[in-house]
């Protein structure tokens, strides 16, 4: 009798975590306190190394919540996440969630928040174990912390390329950036609908590489490794730095998504410059010398996306975008604050 | 030549990092992979488990930064955290740091908040192992999540309280929440000006009673234990509702800070109710059967604040507040989302 749709500003903390609680699936034998204590506690698992990350999504900078349905701002929050745990090879293993919600927030869309990214987490056998929920005074905020496991000496990190390594990617390239121009755009319904629909998909139900970044890991079948939240020209930049090489990509090898290249040639862009240094699409950049392409080819058998090789690490320094034109320094895809 | 002081909108992310890896001291021996890479890897503490909690402050939510300076703003963001461990007896150990930062945030106020922050961890032998910067197109938010270790079944939670069992509070109540509006009506300089200093020194930098926790999870002297950040009248009701019990407080036994009673006495209010219902406390209560009272004395002799019992489980049901006037139900402190 509200006259309006339930907010959470319409319910106690208790009541919405309760909410949450109730999608959780049944705790692993691992976790020995969970949610509703001051601080979770678990069991560590045993022989293996822990990695941890956190990452933020704000309203207003990473998503608009006009344009991303609530089950998508969930899904994402934990996909970024889980995409810095494939980059290091992990197995994921437990998160925490911290809600800064502005209280006019319906409840169903918060409802609808948690299920896109619990439905994330039963995927990938992860388990919530604990979380904040506070009022926001301003934009919506996710924060995600998530915790995995890999074997001692089989963390992927970015510094160990070498020169004359190759470089891989998984998957394709700039279906999420373009599909959130398609959805800014309110353009999803024209020309080819289904290829401009799976780049809106990419954007808002991005799949991490979990299982990719295991097997790589696990075959040791990668020197380097970095994930590309922020495009594929920053993780080549992030790797070839990180190493102390350089790196040349060859740019008509690039795996861009058809649907991407044909939104980006349509309204005149480059798509090579925008599918590289657009960011969203979180697969994996890889290097790996090419003795090892035995391994690679045993984790590529199980993998569940392609592998496309890009280019080569080189004595550098720098890193050079080939092309038919000619050799250009490739954009970083720079990020400033603001 | 800006003009203006300097801003984080002026400086790159990484930029920013450098900044705060700069205020780290050296990484210890468990660190695998520290800040730098798509996510930090950590060696596990051997036979221990592992205590997880994350706590965000929001500009407008928990604090005024106009009443509160910045690197206090970075002390209570991991003080917050530091108190769950401690109400359950964990010693601290990793932390990752999730700030989204309104661009116009001067480079000297994001200085001395990390350097705040950084300050405590040092003193609790807290290492700073991994974070996310972004840009927040509203409030300032922190977000901090803590891992720290305790060993098997040693873990104090809020369940395993019994009828019967004595109820204590660490320290002294009160004294931030009046330190809180002595801040907001700048009244700090009327009246005994040290008494006030010290309510308001309590507010901005609350101390986590981290030692006063391992103390009392090693000598196994609690049987329920939760720390007081929304005061003490819900600590006591969560830890009878977690553990099936009712409660009777004793309300002449509280140890209400002098400079608290004094003020919000002097503005007419009942000193007793708003020191149990107001937050920012950060003490601990727990409850401990009278047969451990030994074990209790050797983990009072070692910690570093004063045990006041301030009254005994009971069957209940419900949360009785003893006073010379008779028995009432106790407020529950309750915190509406809004």
Redesign the interface.
Known sequence: LLGRAPT??????A??VAGIQAQLPPAPDWL??GI??????????RN?????????L?????FDRRLTPPDAVGHRALAVNLS??A??G?RPR?A???L??P?DLTRSDFDAMVSGLGALAVRHRLHL???????????L?I?V?V??T?KRRQ?L???GARPGDALYVTGSIGAAAAGLQMLKLAETNRGDGSRREACVRRYLYPEPRVRMGLLLARNRAASA???LSDGLADAVHGIAE?SGVGAAIDADALPIEAGAREWFETRGDDAVIEAITLGDDYELAFAAPPRWSGRLRAASRHGDAPLTKIGVCTKGPGVVLRRAAGDTLMPRG?????
């Open positions: 959470v500003g319409d319910f106690t903390e009541e919405l020995v306190v509703g204590d001051d601080a979770g506690v678990v069991e560590p698992e293996r190394l822990e990695v941890l990350s956190v990452d933020a704000v309203e207003g900078v990473h810095d745990l980059a290091m992990a437990l925490l969630l911290s800064a919600l209280p174990v604990g979380g904040n929920l506070t009022r926001s005074s301003g934009p905020m924060d912390t915790v995995g890999c963390a990190t970015r510094r490794c970095m994930d990180a720079y990020k400033h604050f603001r």
